[in-house]
């Protein structure tokens, strides 16, 4: 596709529920990232891939947070037993290649998670 | 945690006036980046500067980058409406992962 997209878009859900966040990065993009973003802050790095391995996962806040990319494109972020405090947006990011110093990251439109 | 920090945290111009905003950070780079977030909308990538380069131009964008004093900053110039927006700095420190810092919410009036 023309750009990173995420689905859904919006997610509400109840507390205690498991929840799947989607991302498909840009065709060809070896690097994804996934971010975390509160209300009026700057998005938080969770962890990332580089082709179907997890790289980084230093981010995120607790065993409930998993990331997979099992064929190195669309990935999934879930988290289990949703708490209200893991309402946020969710945001995923695409890049080209792999650890180049100039390698922009491309963001996609995010899903607001909202945990009643 | 959040290590960029932004200044001002808020920005109210006129159109056709200059916006600058500032970043600070504490560690050692191999590039910054400047971002911007439209309500409603995702983060769109506007420069990068390397950590041996000190300014850079994109169309009215400016960015500088000073190493020593670990800060940076961005001007829009001849603003407009539509530069109404959040904006962030992001830092890469080698590690692939951005480090963004906590905005800069600027707004234009017609």
């Known amino acids: 596709g023309a750009g990173v997209s995420q689905s859904p878009r919006y997610k509400v859900t109840k507390r205690g529920q498991d929840v799947a966040l989607r991302c498909d990065p840009i065709s060809g993009h070896v690097s994804l990232y996934w971010y975390r973003q509160a209300l009026g802050q700057g998005p938080e790095f969770l962890t990332y891939f580089n082709y179907e391995a997890q790289q980084d996962k230093s981010g995120l806040p607790n065993d409930r947070f998993s990331a997979e990319r099992p064929e190195g494109s669309i990935s999934t972020l879930t988290i289990q037993r949703t708490e209200q405090r893991d309402s946020a947006m969710y945001r995923c990011a695409s890049s080209l290649a792999v650890a180049r110093v100039t390698d922009t990251q491309y963001f996609g439109p995010g899903t607001r998670l909202t945990v009643l | 945690s959040q290590q960029g920090e932004e200044d001002p945290q808020a920005l109210s111009i006129q159109e056709g006036e200059n916006a600058t905003m500032n970043c600070s950070y504490k560690?050692?780079?191999?590039?910054l980046q400047w971002y911007r977030q439209n309500s409603g909308r995702g983060l769109v990538h506007l420069i990068l500067?390397?950590?041996?380069?000190r300014e850079k131009h994109s169309g009215r964008l400016r960015v500088t980058l000073d190493t020593s004093k670990k800060s940076s900053s961005l001007l829009i110039t001849a603003s407009r409406a539509a530069d109404t927006a959040s904006y962030f700095c992001a830092i890469n420190t080698g590690f692939q992962k951005l480090v963004f810092g906590t905005g800069t919410r600027l707004l234009v009036s017609p």
């Open positions: 560690t050692s780079i191999n590039n």
């Open positions: 500067i390397r950590s041996n380069e």
